[in-house]
């Protein structure tokens, strides 16, 4: 079992920035490859970033390449999600993922453990 605890998030004017952590305790944080997802009011769910157990390899959605970096300190049980340039349509609430594997994935089904998600308000 894993829990997961997201944090960082905020209100920011377009342009900006936040970092989002995400804390994890339980079983070896290391044995997991880590997500993050996000869902704006009115949508689905969509796959923001991952990256593999560690960190070797990371993988992120099109609408945020060049804008976002995921990364993760097995050391602290913590994976992040580094967000600049913001703009409006990023505006969502973002949840961290654990998926029991070494690799990642992009699709949510495929994660075991969800944390329970921190609002990111951009404003124009």
């Known amino acids: 079992q894993v829990q997961l605890v997201e944090s960082g998030g905020g209100l920011v004017q377009a342009g900006g920035s936040l970092r989002l952590s995400c804390a994890a305790s339980?079983?070896?944080?290391?044995?997991?490859?880590m997500g993050w997802f996000r869902q704006a009011p009115g949508k689905e769910r969509e796959f923001v970033a991952s990256?593999?157990?560690?960190?070797?390899?990371?993988d992120y959605a099109d609408s945020v390449k060049g804008r976002f970096t995921i990364s993760r300190d097995n050391a602290k049980n913590t994976v992040y999600l580094r967000m600049n340039s913001l703009n409006p349509e990023d505006t969502a609430v973002y949840s961290c993922?654990?998926?029991?594997?070494?690799?990642?994935?992009?699709?949510?089904?495929?994660?075991?453990?969800w944390g329970q998600g921190t609002q990111v308000t951009v404003s124009s």
């Open positions: 990256i593999s157990w560690n960190g070797g390899r990371a």
């Open positions: 993922a654990a998926r029991s594997t070494y690799f990642l994935s992009a699709r949510a089904s495929e994660y075991d453990y």
């Open positions: 339980g079983r070896a944080f290391g044995n997991y490859a």
